[in-house]
């Protein structure tokens, strides 16, 4: 069983940049890929990015790519995502997942889910 907690969120101006984190809240998730979501109000959960239990092969969505980066630090048992250039439709509930696959490609691959950090882009 994997615990993962979500920080980082909050209220952001356009054009600012957030990191967001997500941790295990006991125990590690190093073997671990991990995933950021997102649901804005009335949509449904999409994925934002991925990364490998090893730090390899970042992916992200269309939506946010060339201005976001996924990162992991195994030895701090951390997972960030840099999200730079927000705007109003980046504005939903964040969360973290974990899978045990090595290069999860959907929402069913992952086992383990945070409770979600609220961003709200706006002026």
């Known amino acids: 069983q994997v615990e993962l907690v979500e920080s980082g969120g909050g209220l952001v101006q356009p054009g600012d940049s957030l990191r967001l984190s997500c941790a295990p809240s006991g125990g590690s998730f190093r073997s671990y890929a991990i995933g950021w979501f997102r649901q804005a109000p009335g949509k449904e959960r999409e994925f934002v990015a991925r990364?490998?239990?090893?730090?390899?092969?970042?992916r992200y969505a269309d939506s946010v790519k060339g201005r976001s980066t996924i990162s992991r630090d195994n030895a701090k048992n951390t997972v960030s995502l840099q999200m730079d250039r927000v705007a109003p439709e980046d504005t939903a509930v964040y969360y973290c997942?974990?899978?045990?696959?090595?290069?999860?490609?959907?929402?069913?691959?992952?086992?383990?889910w945070g409770q979600g950090t609220q961003v709200t882009v706006s002026s």
């Open positions: 997942a974990a899978s045990r696959r090595w290069l999860p490609t959907q929402q069913s691959d992952y086992e383990y």
């Open positions: 990364i490998t239990w090893t730090g390899d092969y970042p």
